[in-house]
Structures are given as structure tokens and as C-alpha cells.
């Protein structure tokens, strides 16, 4: 009769096995998403993001940022904002938001940014997050969290159920207002909210609605100001047609515009005007414009910020 010879594996080995098997789930469980802040920074290369805008104006302004905030803020913007405000926080700060405006668009018609780009202390290059469509990166921007964190992840427009800068500004006591066209998705996924939300019939009402606040009510501490024009009209005509290229030159005139008008109405403030778009776009085949994409003309972006000291 043949006795049977066993192998035997010591405790110390399964343990090990377990332990090696439990680490290797766990990476595949923690991969980075490509939709997220994190993934397409990764993809694209570069160390910042949309989603910086959240946490610094929060920074500017003394306040915590939100609790699902995935990203630090600027830096750079604080380094300037500590020179050039003597270390005091910013008191007023405006957010304008062209739709669509990328890196690429800045780069084609370097000539009509040049105004802007001298204008701003600091231009940020960043991404923003998958899909590259309007609500889903204006929700990473006023909240500071990727897609699968604040909840929107397709082109949709409910409100937000997570903390947003809005929340953030009306728990301090601060006074917020959106300003937008009727039905757009800033004018819709941030409702729900103790703030002010002026809807208007289109892109270059809200700005005028804009600058009459900004002309009649010294009391709001965080003005956002929605612009459609560019994403509109490329929509229909390509990103590049001469009508989507006036579309943006509104845009940058409206920005430096209300550059001008905050220096004059917000002079005694401590102030911060943004230039923030969401992603930017690219011609279709059928000669149409677009985005949605992980390619670098919709994901790559510039945000200028521009701070102004109080004057006495």
C-alpha cells in the first residue's frame, strides 16, 4: 500500500497570498476614473484644474471650502492675492462664465485675447472632467468634486444635493446671485438654494442684468454671470464660422467690461473677477461644433483671475 505524500503550505504562505490577492482588489478598485479632476489631469498633463475655482475662492475669501472638494486651490492666485491685497481677505467676487471658450479658441485668435490675457494677473491652464458638457463641468467648478461625487454625469439638469460655493456663501452670511439664461443649466442645477437667481431670455440680457446689479445693489458679496453666446451660435456653424468668432469677442468684451465697471462700483472692496469657462469644443464632420470629448480642444481650458485692491 502507497502512502499518499502531501504538500503542505504553511499559515505565513495563505496569509500572504491572501494579503497580496486583497492589495491587488483594492488598486483595481482605486484607479483613478478618466472622468474625473484627477484622470484628466493625468491624461492631458497638466496640474490644475476647473474645479479650482471652488476652493479658491473660498481661500480668498476666508471661508472653508465644500465638503466634497476633491482639489487645493491656486497657488499662484494666493501668492498674488497676498501681495497684492496686503494679505487681507477678498470681500466681492465675480465669476463670468462663457460657455465652450477653450484653450484652442485662445490659441487661434491669439489677437482678440491678448486684451484679457494682459488684463488678468494670473491664466490658469487646466482641465476640466468627462463628459465635457455644460452641467457636468459647471458642477465640478462650484463645487470643487468630480462627476461621480456631485452626482451629475450626463448632460442633465436637476439640482445639486451636494454642498456647492453657494452654500458655502450663504452659510457665512455672504449674498450670492446667479445670473443667467432662462433654463440653462447654471440657471437650473444650483437651485434649491438660499440665494438670488435672475433668469433672463438670453446670453447678452444676463450680462445687462449683470451690470445693473452691479450699478444699483452694493450688497451682494458673490456674483455669477452666465454667458451662452459662443456655445450657441458654434453650435450651429462650426467652432470656427466668423459668426461663433464675434460670438466670442462679445464674451471677452464682456469680461473686461465688467472688469472696468467692478473697479468703479466696487472700488472701497477687496474684489476678485474670473473668467471661467467650462470646457472648450471642435468641429464635428459635418462642419457643426461640438464637445463632449477627452480631446484637449474640449477638455483643456483657460481661467484668468484678476484681483483688485479696496481704495480709499
Not at 479632476?37 to 476652493?55: D, F
Not at 498674488?80 to 467676487?93: E, R
Not at 454642498?163 to 444650483?190: P, Q, R, W, Y
Not at 477687496?270 to 470646457?279: E, G, M, S
Request: one cysteine or more.
Amino acid at each position: 500500500m502507497k502512502t499518499m505524500k502531501y504538500n503542505h503550505v504553511s499559515l505565513t504562505s495563505v496569509l500572504a497570498l491572501l494579503l497580496c490577492l486583497y492589495t491587488f482588489h483594492l488598486s483595481a478598485e482605486d484607479q483613478v476614473s478618466p472622468a474625473s479632476i484627477a484622470g484628466q489631469m493625468a491624461k492631458h498633463g497638466v496640474t490644475e484644474s476647473v474645479g479650482c475655482v471652488t476652493p479658491t475662492i473660498c481661500a480668498l475669501m476666508g471661508l472653508p471650502t465644500t465638503d466634497v472638494c476633491e482639489v487645493e486651490p491656486l497657488a499662484k492666485v494666493l501668492e498674488i492675492a497676498q501681495a497684492k491685497l496686503d494679505g487681507k481677505p477678498v470681500q466681492k467676487a465675480l465669476i463670468f462664465c462663457p460657455d465652450a471658450i477653450g484653450k484652442v479658441q485662445f490659441e487661434h485668435w491669439p489677437d482678440d485675447f491678448a486684451p484679457l490675457v494682459k488684463e488678468v494677473d494670473y491664466l490658469m491652464t487646466g482641465t476640466n472632467v468627462l463628459p465635457s458638457v455644460t452641467p457636468v463641468c459647471f458642477s465640478t467648478i462650484f463645487t470643487g468634486a468630480s462627476p461621480a461625487v456631485h452626482g451629475i454625469q450626463k448632460y442633465e439638469k436637476p439640482a445639486l444635493t451636494v454642498e456647492t460655493l453657494f452654500d458655502v456663501c450663504a452659510k457665512a452670511g455672504l449674498k450670492a446671485a446667479i445670473v443667467a439664461e432662462n433654463d440653462s443649466s447654471i440657471d437650473k442645477v444650483f437651485r434649491k438654494r438660499p440665494i438670488w437667481y435672475f433668469s433672463t431670455p438670453g446670453p447678452a440680457d444676463a450680462f445687462e442684468m449683470c451690470k445693473f446689479i452691479l450699478n444699483n445693489y452694493d450688497n451682494f458679496d458673490l456674483i455669477v454671470c452666465y454667458d451662452g453666446s459662443y456655445d450657441s451660435v458654434m453650435h450651429g456653424t462650426g467652432v470656427w464660422d466668423e459668426r461663433a468668432h464675434q460670438a466670442a469677442r462679445d464674451s471677452i468684451h464682456r469680461y473686461l467690461e465688467l472688469i472696468r465697471l467692478t473697479d468703479e462700483v466696487w472700488k472701497g472692496y477687496n474684489r476678485v473677477v474670473v473668467f471661467a469657462p467650462d470646457h472648450g469644443s471642435h468641429d464635428s464632420q459635418e462642419g457643426k461644433g461640438g464637445h463632449g470629448s477627452d480631446s484637449p480642444e474640449d477638455s483643456i481650458v483657460n481661467h484668468g483671475w484678476r484681483l483688485g485692491a479696496a481704495q480709499n
